[in-house]
C-alpha cells in the first residue's frame, strides 16, 4: 500500500520569500510517479509538477521545484518567490506505475497544506 | 486543448434521492478517476476506468457506481443519498499510469439536505 505524509497543516510565508512544502511517502514499488498539486478556494486541482521515481534530476515548473531525496523517500515542493496569488492548499500524491501495476492507477494523497502567503 | 469537465458544477438534492455526475476528459485520455474530498475524510479514491472498463475501485459502498462511454466521458452515480455524502466530487483524467499527466477538472460540489 501507498501512504503520503503532508506534515505541515498551515503555513504563514511572508510575500517574495521562498516557501518548501514537506512530503514524504511509502511504497515498496519501485515504479512510481510524484505530483504536487495546488487546490485554491474554488475546488479545482491544479497540477503543478511530476517527478518520476526513475527520473536523475529534479523536476523544475517554472518557480516550482520538487526536491527528490529518494533514499529519505522524500519529495518536497519548493516554491521561489512565492505571490499572494500562491495562498492556497498544496497536495502531494503519489501513483505507483510499471507493467506490474497495469490498471492500478489511482493517486494516494496527502493530507496538504494550506499555505498562506503574507503580503 | 479544453481541460477536464464536470458538470454540474454544484447540485443540492435530499436525502434519499440519487444523482449522477458528469466528466469529459481531455481529448486523447483515456483513463478517468474519481474522487471524494471531504473536510474530514480528504482525498478518497472511489475508481477508475479506462476504455470503458472499471479497473480499480476504492473503499466505498456499493450506492457508489460509475461508467465510462466510448468517447472516454464518464459518469457517476450515487444512490439513496446520504448527509454524509456531502462533497466535493473530483474527475482526473489522464493517458495512463506510464504517463506523467493528472489533470483534474473544478469538480461538483454536492450537497445532501
Known amino acids: 500500500a501507498q501512504k503520503i505524509t503532508q506534515t505541515q497543516p498551515g503555513m504563514f510565508v511572508q510575500e517574495k520569500e521562498a516557501v518548501t512544502l514537506d512530503c514524504t511517502y511509502d511504497t515498496s514499488d519501485p515504479s512510481y510517479g510524484l505530483f504536487w498539486y495546488k487546490q485554491p478556494s474554488s475546488g479545482e486541482m491544479i497540477f503543478l509538477i511530476y517527478?518520476?521515481?526513475?527520473?536523475?534530476q529534479n523536476a523544475t515548473e517554472g518557480r516550482y521545484s520538487l526536491n527528490f531525496q529518494k533514499a529519505r523517500k522524500s519529495a518536497n515542493l519548493v516554491i521561489s518567490a512565492s505571490q499572494l496569488g500562491d495562498s492556497a492548499m498544496y497536495f502531494c500524491a503519489m501513483r505507483v506505475s510499471g507493467v506490474s501495476n497495469f490498471g492500478n492507477e489511482k493517486l494516494t494523497f496527502g493530507t496538504g497544506t494550506r499555505l498562506t502567503i503574507i503580503p | 486543448k479544453a481541460g477536464v469537465t464536470q458538470t454540474p458544477r454544484y447540485l443540492i438534492k435530499t436525502r434519499g434521492q440519487q444523482v449522477t455526475l458528469s466528466c469529459s476528459p481531455i481529448?486523447?485520455?483515456?483513463?478517468v478517476s474519481w474522487y471524494q474530498q471531504t473536510p474530514g475524510q480528504g482525498l478518497q479514491f472511489l475508481f477508475e476506468y479506462f476504455s470503458e472498463t472499471q479497473r480499480n475501485k476504492g473503499n466505498f459502498p456499493g450506492r457508489f457506481s460509475g461508467r465510462q462511454f466510448s468517447n472516454s466521458r464518464s459518469e457517476m452515480n450515487v444512490s439513496t443519498l446520504e448527509l454524509g455524502d456531502s462533497a466535493l466530487y473530483l474527475c482526473?483524467?489522464?493517458?495512463?499510469?506510464?504517463?506523467?499527466?493528472?489533470?483534474f477538472g473544478q469538480g461538483t460540489r454536492l450537497t445532501v439536505v
Open positions: 517527478q518520476g521515481s526513475y527520473d536523475q
Open positions: 481529448s486523447g485520455h483515456r483513463s
Open positions: 482526473a483524467s489522464s493517458l495512463g499510469a506510464a504517463f506523467t499527466e493528472a489533470f
